[in-house]
Antibody, heavy 119, light 106 residues
């Protein structure tokens, strides 16, 4: 059973960089695509981007200038960096696996981690 | 940018059929899928690839398409089905989610 677990600071100051890591267990990161998705409190889901284990990435155009997703296959982890955060970036951040069917679907999700933005 | 439109809320009585729609340009070409999210939990995939259910998802969940609209149908709705439901599709290698529909089982 594949499991994903987000980790990282729960509080980030405005204008600083949000950094989160997702640890994958029960399966290898050397397959499928791996994504970050966020959900502001009381709002809907927003896709941030994905990475393939060899490093190919794609980002949401609305966040592209501030987002970097990277992968560490030796640790079975992938990471998110979101720069110049504001209050609008406060959200529950999920990591998820995207598996190819017809298109891709997010079949495994982490439990999510709530990140607040405040000085 | 591509958009998926869902009704904000749908209400249904226990045992009845609930239908939640998701509309988007040429959605039938993009293979929408559906996620269920109960309060405080991570989303769970319930329907993908037109009308396939992942292991463990009850048969009362089904999906269908008509032109630019995908529909999630829950037959014999149970109180446990009360949740937020999100459709999702890909456009130009970008994942797009609908705004979500809150299903209330009265």
């Amino acid at each position: 059973q594949v499991q994903l677990q987000e980790s990282g600071p729960r509080l980030v100051k405005p204008s600083e960089t949000l950094s989160l890591t997702c640890t994958v267990s029960g399966g290898s990161i050397r397959s499928h695509y791996w994504s970050w998705i966020r959900q502001p409190p009381g709002k809907g889901l927003e896709w941030i981007g994905y990475i393939y284990y060899i490093g190919n990435t794609n980002y949401n155009p609305s966040l592209k200038s501030r987002v970097t997703i990277s992968v560490d296959t030796s640790k079975n982890q992938f990471s998110l960096k979101l720069s110049s955060v504001t209050a609008a970036d406060a959200a529950v951040y999920y990591c998820a696996r995207a598996v190819a069917v017809t298109g891709y679907v997010f079949d495994y999700w982490g439990q999510g981690t709530l990140v607040a933005v405040s000085s | 940018s591509y958009e998926l439109t869902q009704p904000p809320s749908v209400s249904v009585s226990p045992g009845q059929t609930a239908s939640i729609t998701c509309s988007g340009d040429k959605l039938g070409e993009k293979y929408a899928c559906w996620y269920q999210q109960t309060p405080g939990q991570s989303p769970v995939l319930v329907i993908y690839q037109d009308n396939k259910r992942p292991s463990g998802i009850p048969e009362r969940f089904s999906g269908s398409y008509s032109e630019n609209t995908a529909t999630l149908t829950i037959t014999g709705t149970q109180p446990a089905d009360e949740a937020d439901y999100y459709c999702q599709a890909w456009d130009s290698s970008t994942a797009v989610f609908g705004g979500g529909t809150k299903l209330t089982v009265l």
